[in-house]
């Protein structure tokens, strides 16, 4: 009974936003229809959320009448994973994304004031991107349907790499980030539909945009650190064709914030930010799709069905056609407040927007070029590192160089553009004679590699000096931007010495013998046959001394799930500030040694730090008062 | 210019989304379904209902073998469109993968039993050498040899996209 309960509150809740969508989009605004708009929304959520919590209560109580939750939960579980057993697969987790849509629209609801002229719009289309994702929920991916009469005892069981506390908070993570940018697609469109050139909507989404953005880095970060220690692939960055549609939201999300900035301060690149903000929310869905038609194989695409690939397709292209029509004939309406000067502030983030866009463009060929490839010839081809290598590196230091001479910018002034002011000579040359130094101490050869660094530094350093003066002179620092384009620079630095140092090797060692590898000493100590309730394992005992004086013990497994025969290789991992010592066992060769495979893994914890920083920047631009700038 | 601009803003993303549906309903794999051949591996197990052990020799030619195990929900849903198959004069070998006998027994008895023989693999080896990944998984041999194999639930649209037409081209059954 209380299935069904849940079942139809969400199927009224559908209904509800229907109406709120249908009535906010042909009514004209007064007081009466804002407040009326408002308040049906809320009720709407309150069903939706109802159905939603029911949903978790049911599978914390294992109620196995309910098909998906029998196939994805298991009454051994720890009530943790029960819950996120709801989206480990796909009804469940699209449930979570619908949620968590509603949700984002429910704040911005109580938040803004009903006077806001573009709230009930917004509301509005908000209430009907819902009311979409509902019917494909509902219509082709049921989470409600029940094994009747007889549920089973014990329910199935979760795919073991997925019960993990990393991976049971990335995906809420981050589908907070992907659906957070309705607020700012709805605003823009209410705009447009509104007609009234005065209207600030940017200023309305700057911190919207702003959290949405936080919540997608920090996702991003969490699957990447995830990856890490659970596949057992033992690197940062794979660019798996899931992770590329989570990266190119991120891309427009980033150029959306910088651009944002702009037509908040000074009424220009309004068109750009416009078309940013649908960009953004159109990549999200597009993720959505890549990730649920089951067009792509990849760790994450979930179980496929042709039906929801072609629902979702369709609906984006509703989307897509909707907005984008809108935009067309509206474009006459944003009249951009005189030319940017040359060398001001705005010029360097139109330039920005250019080489975002550009990145945007070629990780959309990266993901689709294979496609198109086994379209035509019927034969796979991927589309691996080297492509995106090619692209990003230099796009990101030329990027970088602009951003190093954006910081003695100013806002809507061309100023006399002097090179060689004192920040700037004291940064290139420490830049420099570090880069030189770090050329002479790792004899390397690899411009991309020094380059990089040399980019990053001269950007940490300059920063650096930003904040020294703002302390010292009580100058006037945006705190957010520093913060997170020094995070860029330290993540470019990591990144750069993550992979000119970073080495592996896959040893054959045998049983109480010792094998060198670098400065290590690796003891095999001893191997172990090991069951648990529901694997059973192999549990390598290693002891490692480095030329640091380190002794430490490490301890790779390889395990057999029961239920699936799953095999998941458990890595065993030595963390220091600089390195980590990452070691995974495979097979047993015929002479009695195993293979172990040794990664020494430089400054990668630096690559998911500078990320968080990033994310943290954010958090501190939405905690401060002021109306803060990129 | 402008309305060059207009048009580029259009047509890009529509076209994207053209491809996309050609990609998506071009597309006539099945997923799951897998044509490779190869031998049927040697294995010499317990049958589940006599306490016989049997090899491949005992089998017969052609026939189907279906993985299944009494804790598979998923068994249980396509255990009806089995059971019509035997109807219809479709051999099925039923592979009992990591169960209990008598557990496995007693689902057979209370649901009926559409195998001709029944492999009681208690330890997933003949599985393994399959390289099931779960159950159900069905496979189907002409000679001692895999032709075909599906993995997942099969119903009526699967027999036919996956299995019917090798069955009508190679004469089997």
Known sequence: MIIEISHFLSILSTGLFFLVGSFALTTNNTPYTSN?????????FLFLSSSFLIYIWLAIT???????????????LPTFYKISSI??????????WIFFLALWGFIFNIKIKNAEILKPKTMGIISLIIVGFLLFLLITSNPFITILPIAPLNGADINPVLQDPALAIHPPTLYLGYVGFVIPFACSLAFLINGDPDAKWEKLVNKWSVSAWVFLTVGITLGSWWAYYELGWGGYWFWDPVENVALMPWLAATAFLHSLSVSIKSSQLRTWTILLSITVFSLSLFGAFIVRSGIIDSVHSFANDPQRGLYLLAFIAVIIAASLSLFVSRLSLIKPSGNIKTFSKQSFISI???FFVTLIFSVMLGVTYPLIYEYLYDQKISVGAPFYNAIFIPIVILASIFLFFSVDSKWSRSIDFRIFTKPIVLSLFFALTSTFAIYFIFKTNNIAILLTIFTGLIVIIRYLIEVWTALVYKKYLNVFSAIAHFALGLLLVSISFNSLLSTERALNIKINEFEE?????????????????NYDAIKAEFNIKDKYG?????SPEKRRYFTRGQITTETAIYISPLRDIYLTIGDQLEDGSWIVNVQINFLIRWIWFSACLMAFAGIVLIFSNRKSNI | MKILLKLIILILPASFIWMFFLLLTEDDSIIGADYRNFALPEFNLEQLDESIFIDSSDLGDDYIINVWASWCITCRVEHPYLMSLNNKGVPIIGLNYKDEKNDALEWLSKFGNPYERIIHDYKGTLALDLGVTGAPETFLVQNGKIIAHYQGEINESIWNEVFSPIIEEKELF
Request: overall charge neutral; charged content about 20%; hydrophobic content about 35%.
């Open chain 1, 517 to 533: 590898y670098k400065d290590l000493t690796i003891y095999f100590k001893d191997i172990r046959v090991r069951k648990d309730s």
């Open chain 1, 87 to 96: 989206w480990s697969a796909h009804e469940g987790s699209m449930f979570l």
């Open chain 1, 550 to 554: 380190n002794n430490f013990d490490l």
């Open chain 1, 36 to 44: 009326l708009i408002s308040r049906t929304y809320s009720h709407a």
């Open chain 1, 352 to 354: 920005n927007n250019i």
């Open chain 1, 62 to 76: 294992d109620n196995f009448s309910v098909q998906y939750i029998a196939n994805h939960s298991n009454s051994a």
